[in-house]
């Protein structure tokens, strides 16, 4: 199965001390080409992540999209996706791209000690598997295989190794918050 239409993910930079919401942007890519922008909007450190993307995805490409990029499990702090159920409540295979592991240690212990509903974030983050080596980046994935995950990357990383609908969310999300999208890395 070759992937042709996806949507990346990225959550916009806020301040450390913010607790209120946080804008979540979507690029849709039909082949090498964006196709849609799409904003939303998660809870720092809230339960509403996995529901509010399976949202946005339905607006960009309603019958056309494939899968959905994400850049990593959480946005907003720890929002944790929950990778199962937005493949369940989208209909998409669901792809997490990193460039190195996390340290999981540190997750754990931050989930635990510090955020309120850490347990059931921490349950999350372990359903959805250890992170997988592909393609140069590290993928958590629901709905597809590791092959059809390195034929997606494959296919979307074209001036990285970072798929570009996750490349293009991450400057745009950065370009409406600061002003700018210099000097960020996805």
Known sequence: MKLSHAIGFDDAPFERRWRGNVRVFGAAYARGHLHAVVRGQVRRDGRNATAELARLAASAGPGHLQL?????????GFNVVDLPELHALSGLPVLVVA??????????????????????????????????ACAGVYVQRAGLTLAQAEGAITSFALSSRIPEPLRTAHLIAGGVTRGHSGGTRV
């Not at 959905?68 to 907003?76: E, K, S, T």
């Not at 592991?101 to 250890?130: C, F, M, S, Y």
Request: cysteine-free.
């Open 68 to 76: 959905i990029f994400l850049q990593g499990i959480a946005l907003a």
């Open 99 to 132: 460039r190195r592991p996390p340290n999981l240690d540190r997750i754990r212990a931050a989930l635990l000690e510090h955020v309120p509903g850490g347990a059931r974030k921490w349950r999350l983050v372990q359903r959805a598997g250890e992170m997988e």
